[in-house]
């Protein structure tokens, strides 16, 4: 079955920088949509990023556009959240995710991913 693993997370100070990783396993994603998300304590799962083909279209949200890059490796099967200028606000659980059928549909409603990491703590001190 399709396992997703995030990595990456920890403590950083703003201005920081991160890179979280997400390693698919007992699936292929080259040509279906992959997402982070995130969740801070008492708020609802937020879209973060999002891409299906690395070239391809790409969305953010805008709390993070120009701050946050989303990069994908499939020869790895793994994709990536490059995460720079860290503010106090990033402070969340980060998931990845992605969908089960191929297309170039990008996606920021968590309904249209159907793979789940466990999610990584990211906390960023002021």
């Known amino acids: 079955q399709v396992q997703l693993v995030e990595s990456g997370g920890g403590l950083v100070q703003a201005g920081g920088s991160l890179r979280l990783s997400c390693a698919a396993s007992?699936?292929?994603?080259?040509?279906?949509?992959v997402s982070w998300f995130r969740q801070a304590p008492g708020k609802e799962r937020e879209f973060v990023a999002a891409m299906v083909s690395s070239g391809g279209s790409t969305l953010y949200a805008e709390s993070v556009k120009d701050r946050f890059t989303i990069a994908k490796d499939d020869a790895k099967n793994t994709w990536y959240l490059q995460m720079n200028s860290l503010k106090p606000e990033d402070t969340a659980v980060y998931y990845c995710?992605?969908?089960?059928?191929?297309?170039?549909?990008?996606?920021?409603?968590?309904?249209?991913?159907?793979?789940w990491g466990q999610g990584t703590q990211v906390t960023v001190s002021s």
């Open positions: 995710a992605a969908r089960r059928v191929a297309g170039y549909y990008v996606s920021r409603y968590k309904s249209d991913y159907h793979y």
């Open positions: 007992g699936g292929t994603f080259s040509r279906n949509a």
